[in-house]
């Protein structure tokens, strides 16, 4: 098992952890993260009116705002959402990173962080 601390500005969180595709991955992650004043746990929160047109935009298209992503080797096109899965798939072979699903160019403004386990 691995802990690990993942903060909510960090756009790519290296888990140090390689994975192979198919993989099948235990993540169990607890705790608070902040979008500029929205909070949520690895799940992400419902995307409030105002902000729906900025779904499109979101690094991984049809996961919640600040839900727990995984990605490979910093590649985007690997991207999958994480949230309060009890397990996922690894979608490449690489180097696994975790991040909250935000607009590209606004982790300036996320506070927070979440536990994060791997089994």
Known sequence: ??????????PFFDTGLDVA???VLQVRGEGTWTDLWLRSGPEGYPT??????YEPQLR???????ELIGCIDRDESTNFPIGGRPSVTATATGRLYLFA???????????????????
């Open 60 to 66: 991984c298209l049809g996961a919640r705002f600040f």
């Open 21 to 23: 595709t198919g993989q």
């Open 101 to 119: 699903n935000d607009l590209p160019g606004f982790y300036w403004n996320n506070w927070g962080e979440l536990r994060v386990e791997i089994l």
């Open 1 to 10: 098992m691995t802990r690990l601390v993942v903060p909510a500005r960090k």
């Open 48 to 53: 409030p009116g105002y902000m729906r047109r």
